[in-house]
Structures are given as C-alpha cells and as structure tokens.
C-alpha cells in the first residue's frame, strides 16, 4: 500500500497531471507525468511537496469490480517500487487499459517501467541535468 501522502486523492489533482503532464502508452497501461505539482492552497499534505504521488484510475472498461481491484492492487505493487524514480515534486497517474485484466504482475511491472524510462528521459532539445 502507498502511504497517504504519496497518493494523488482529489479530482483536481488528477485532473492536472492529466491535462498538463507528458503521457506515455504502453500495452496494458497509459502513464501521465507531471514533473512539477502546481501549488495548490489545500491545507495538510495535497499541498505540501513530501514527494512523489501516484494516482490510479481503473475504469469499467477493464472489468468488473474484482477484476478492477485486482489490477488495481498489482498496479500499485509495481508503482511502489519504482517511485523512487521520481523527483519529489512528480505526479504520476496510471490508467490501466483493458489489456491489463489480463496481464500478470510481471507484464505490469515491465509496462510501468518502460513507461517510466519513456518518460523520464531527456527529450530531445531540452537541456538534460546538469553534469557532477
């Protein structure tokens, strides 16, 4: 289980890193990324940066509500192993597609982390980080 403070709850949130993030397909899942949070107002830990967030949105498309949670749980295994991956002030929503009622756990986590690498990679003609 992810803690509190590194979930994404409310609608607006999700909303942001939707609308304003980069976004990465994959086979069983569509990763959105929002390198920087907006700051928001909200008092206690939605406005705070205490690091990475995760959202998951698993819609009826993918099953019924056991298959919904199942994948839900495996996404949120596999998210929890590579937040590390991302800077303390990221966003990131997965929306699982259909194809992920029937991925093992093992697809999911190679689809999440393709996607991430997609994502966190320097685009071309931005300036990458800074040499040590």
């Known amino acids: 289980m992810l803690p509190a403070q590194a979930r994404l709850r409310r609608r607006p949130e999700f909303t942001a890193v939707v609308r304003s993030g980069r976004r990465a397909g994959r086979p069983t899942m569509v990763l959105h990324y929002l390198p920087e949070r907006p700051v928001t107002p909200l008092p206690g830990p939605a406005g705070a940066a205490g690091g990475p967030r995760a959202g998951f949105v ?75």
């Open 58 to 132: 698993v819609g009826k498309a993918v099953g019924n509500s056991v298959v919904r949670h199942r994948v839900t749980r495996r996404l949120r295994a596999a998210v929890r192993e590579e937040l590390h991956r991302l800077p303390g002030t990221a966003d990131l929503v997965v929306r699982a597609r259909p194809e992920a009622a029937g991925a093992d756990s093992a697809r999911l986590r190679r689809d999440l982390a393709s996607g991430l690498d997609r994502l966190l990679a320097p685009r071309a003609g931005t300036p990458g980080p800074a040499p040590r």
